[in-house]
C-alpha cells in the first residue's frame, strides 16, 4: 500500500519563497520516480516538476524554471519542491506524485498520488 503526505503549504506574499514535501512509505525500493503537480480553480493539474529516482533525470514545466527546484533524500524516501520568487500565479493545490513505471522522470504507469497541499501567493 502506497501512501504520500504532503506537507509545507500555506500563504505566503508575492517573491517569497515555500517548501514543500512528500513523505513516500509502501514499497519504496521500487519506486522509479517523483514529480510535482498543480491545479490552480477552473485548470487542469499541470506537471510542475519531476525526478528520477538517481536524480539524473529533472523536468520543469517552463513557468516555474529558475525559480522552483525538486529535490529528494531517497534514504527518508521524501521529495522536496523549494519555490522562490513566488507569483499569484502560482497559487494552486499542490500534488506530490509517485511512480513506478516511469521514463525518466515521468510517471507512465503505477502512479499514485497525495492528497495536495494549497499554496497561496498574494
Known amino acids: 500500500h502506497v501512501q504520500l503526505v504532503e506537507s509545507g503549504g500555506g500563504s505566503v506574499q508575492a517573491g517569497g519563497s515555500l517548501k514543500l514535501s512528500c513523505a513516500v512509505s509502501?514499497?519504496?525500493?521500487?519506486?522509479?520516480?517523483m514529480a510535482w503537480f498543480r491545479q490552480a480553480p477552473g485548470k487542469e493539474r499541470e506537471e510542475v516538476a519531476g525526478?528520477?529516482?538517481?536524480?539524473?533525470?529533472?523536468y520543469y514545466a517552463d513557468s516555474v524554471k529558475g525559480r522552483f527546484t525538486i529535490s529528494q533524500d531517497n534514504a527518508k524516501n521524501t521529495v522536496y519542491l523549494t519555490m522562490n520568487s513566488l507569483k499569484p500565479e502560482d497559487t494552486a493545490v499542490y500534488y506530490c506524485q509517485a511512480g513506478f513505471y516511469c521514463r525518466g522522470a515521468h510517471c507512465l504507469r503505477s502512479c499514485f498520488w497525495g492528497q495536495g497541499t494549497q499554496v497561496t501567493v498574494s
Open positions: 525526478i528520477d529516482n538517481s536524480g539524473g533525470d529533472t
Open positions: 509502501g514499497y519504496t525500493y521500487s519506486r522509479a520516480c
